[in-house]
C-alpha cells in the first residue's frame, strides 16, 4: 500500500492569505494596505506619528547601521533566527545560510549555504546541534549542525512527518481528516506551507503553525508527532509560546488565539479568542514574562495585549507605519516591528506601560519581512570616560524582500 498523497488538488478551497510570500502577492498587498484603515476605536499608547525629519537618533537613543548582508543567488530573506555565535537565514529559493558574529563578521557579506531544499524556507528554529526549517512545501526539515571552524555544515537528519510516523498512522480510519473536498489524509501531515516554528522552553516540544489552519506539535527526541489542533477558519501566519507552555496563534482570520493543556489533559484546549484587528495577522511576539502580547496586521497597527486577571486585556495601539505589520521581535523592555512600508521601528516600553518609538531604521527597497534581536556582546562595558556606561546596546537583524539583511547597532539610554 503505497502513502496517502497529500498533494494540493484543482478542487481546493483555498485560504486566503493577506501576506502571501510569492513575490506577486507580497507587492500587491504591500501596495494597497495604505488604504486600509488602522483602528482609529483603539487608543494609542504612543505620541503622535514622527514626521521623517525627526527620525534621527534622539536623546534616548542612538543608532546606525554596521553592515549589509546579501543572498548570492538573490533571494528574498523571509526568516532570521540566532543562535549563539551565529545568525541563521531562510530565503525564497530555498536556501539556509549561516554568518558568524564573531570579528569576521562583516568580512562574508554573502554568508555561507549551510542547507538547501525544495521549497521556500518560512521560519528557522534551533535546539542543541539541531536546526528546524519550515518551508512552502509542507515540510519541516531537521538538519545536525556539524561544527567546523570558523563556519558549520549541516546534515539533514529527517523530513517531518518521518516516514515511520506516516505509516503507523495508514491503517486506522481514525487517523484520517478531511483536508480538501473529497480529500483525505492522516493528522500528522501538514497540507500547506508551514508559516512558523517555536520550541518549547525545555527544547523536547517543537509547534508548527501551517496555512493549513492548524498548529501541531512534535517530540524533538524522535520526530513523533503528538497532537494536531483545528485552530483558525484561516491561515495561521504566526505562533509564539510562552515560557509555562501557552501556545498564541495569529491568523488571516482576523483572530488571534490562545491555547493550552492544563494539567492531566492529552490535548490543548481554546482558553482566548482576541478580536480587534480588522484585517490578516500577520506577527505575534511576547514580553519576556508573558504578560505582554503583540500583535501586527494589515492594518498596520501593532496592538498590545496586558494579562489581566489571566486573561489578556487590550491596552492600546503602536502607531507610525503606513503599511502592513509583517514582523515584531521583543526583548526586554523594547519591541521592533517591520512593515511593509520598508522601515522597521524600535519602541520602548515605559514603567507606565506607555511607549516611545526610540528610532526608525531606513535603508531597505522592499518590505521588512523577519526581524532578530540580541544584547551587544562586544559593547565595553565602560565608557570612554572610565565611569559607568548608563545605556544598553542591541543588535537587530532586519531581513527584507529586497534580498538583504542589515545589521543595526541600537544604543538605548537607561533613563
Given at each position: 500500500m503505497g502513502l496517502p498523497c497529500c498533494h494540493v488538488t484543482?478542487?481546493?478551497?483555498?485560504?486566503?492569505?493577506?501576506?502571501?510570500?510569492?513575490?506577486?502577492?507580497?507587492?500587491?498587498?504591500?501596495s494597497s494596505l495604505s488604504s486600509q484603515p488602522s483602528l482609529p476605536s483603539v487608543p494609542s499608547l504612543t505620541p503622535p506619528v514622527i514626521p521623517p525629519y525627526q527620525t534621527q537618533n534622539s536623546p534616548q537613543s542612538h543608532h546606525q547601521l554596521v553592515t549589509t548582508l546579501t543572498s548570492t543567488p538573490s533571494s528574498p530573506i523571509f526568516t532570521l533566527t540566532l543562535n549563539g555565535k551565529f545568525l541563521y537565514?531562510?530565503?525564497?529559493?530555498?536556501?539556509?545560510?549561516?554568518?558568524?558574529?564573531?570579528?569576521?563578521?562583516?568580512?562574508?557579506?554573502?554568508?555561507?549555504?549551510?542547507?538547501?531544499n525544495n521549497g521556500a524556507v518560512k521560519s528557522l528554529v534551533v535546539?542543541?546541534?539541531?536546526?528546524?526549517?519550515?518551508?512552502?512545501?509542507?515540510?519541516?526539515?531537521?538538519?545536525?549542525?556539524?561544527?567546523?571552524?570558523?563556519?558549520?555544515?549541516?546534515?539533514?537528519?529527517?523530513?517531518?512527518?518521518?516516514?515511520?510516523?506516516?505509516?503507523?498512522?495508514?491503517?486506522?480510519?481514525?487517523?484520517?481528516?478531511?483536508?480538501?473536498?473529497?480529500?483525505?489524509?492522516?493528522?500528522?501531515?501538514?497540507v500547506d506551507a508551514v508559516s512558523s516554528l517555536a520550541l518549547s522552553s525545555d527544547g523536547t516540544l517543537l509547534y508548527s503553525a501551517s496555512w493549513d489552519r492548524t498548529f501541531k506539535i512534535w517530540r524533538t527526541s524522535d520526530f513523533k508527532c503528538l497532537?494536531?489542533?483545528?485552530?483558525?477558519?484561516?491561515?495561521?501566519?504566526?505562533?509564539v509560546l510562552s515560557s509555562d507552555g501557552v501556545v498564541h496563534t495569529?491568523?488571516?482570520?482576523?483572530?488571534?488565539?490562545?491555547?493550552?493543556?492544563?494539567?492531566?489533559?492529552?490535548?490543548?484546549?481554546?482558553?482566548?479568542?482576541?478580536?480587534?484587528?480588522?484585517?490578516?495577522?500577520?506577527?505575534?511576539?511576547?514580553?519576556?514574562?508573558?504578560?505582554?502580547?503583540?500583535s501586527g496586521a494589515c492594518d498596520r497597527s501593532?496592538?498590545?495585549?496586558?494579562?489581566?486577571?489571566?486573561?489578556?486585556?487590550?491596552?492600546?495601539?503602536?502607531?507610525g507605519h503606513t503599511k502592513a505589520i509583517?514582523?515584531?521581535a521583543a526583548m526586554e523592555d523594547l519591541v521592533c516591528s517591520g512593515s511593509a512600508d520598508k522601515g522597521v521601528r524600535i519602541w520602548r516600553r515605559g514603567l507606565d506601560k506607555s511607549y516611545t518609538c526610540l528610532a526608525v531604521l531606513e535603508g531597505h527597497k522592499r518590505p521588512v519581512k523577519c526581524l532578530a534581536m540580541a544584547v551587544d556582546s562586544n559593547k565595553s562595558c565602560n565608557n570612554n570616560n572610565g565611569g559607568s556606561d548608563t545605556s544598553n546596546t542591541y543588535l537587530v537583524y532586519s531581513g527584507s524582500l529586497d534580498c538583504n539583511i542589515k545589521v543595526w547597532k541600537v544604543q538605548v539610554s537607561l533613563f
Open positions: 484543482e478542487d481546493q478551497e483555498q485560504p486566503t492569505h493577506d501576506n502571501s510570500d510569492h513575490l506577486h502577492s507580497e507587492s500587491s498587498t504591500a537565514a531562510g530565503s525564497f529559493n530555498s536556501d539556509i545560510r549561516s554568518w558568524s558574529r564573531g570579528p569576521g563578521f562583516t568580512s562574508n557579506p554573502h554568508g555561507d549555504v549551510v542547507a538547501s535546539s542543541g546541534d539541531k536546526l528546524f526549517s519550515a518551508h512552502q512545501d509542507h515540510k519541516i526539515r531537521v538538519w545536525k549542525i556539524q561544527p567546523d571552524y570558523p563556519n558549520q555544515s549541516f546534515k539533514p537528519v529527517a523530513t517531518l512527518p518521518t516516514l515511520g510516523d506516516r505509516f503507523c498512522k495508514l491503517f486506522s480510519a481514525k487517523n484520517y481528516v478531511q483536508v480538501r473536498r473529497h480529500k483525505k489524509c492522516t493528522w500528522v501531515h501538514h497532537e494536531s489542533v483545528r485552530a483558525h477558519e484561516d491561515a495561521i501566519n504566526a505562533l495569529g491568523s488571516a482570520d482576523k483572530k488571534i488565539k490562545i491555547w493550552k493543556k492544563n494539567e492531566g489533559e492529552k490535548n490543548h484546549s481554546l482558553v482566548e479568542t482576541l478580536e480587534k484587528h480588522k484585517s490578516a495577522v500577520n506577527a505575534l511576539a511576547l514580553s519576556t514574562d508573558g504578560s505582554v502580547l503583540y501593532i496592538l498590545v495585549w496586558e494579562k489581566d486577571g489571566g486573561k489578556m486585556v487590550l491596552a492600546g495601539a503602536l502607531r509583517l514582523c515584531l
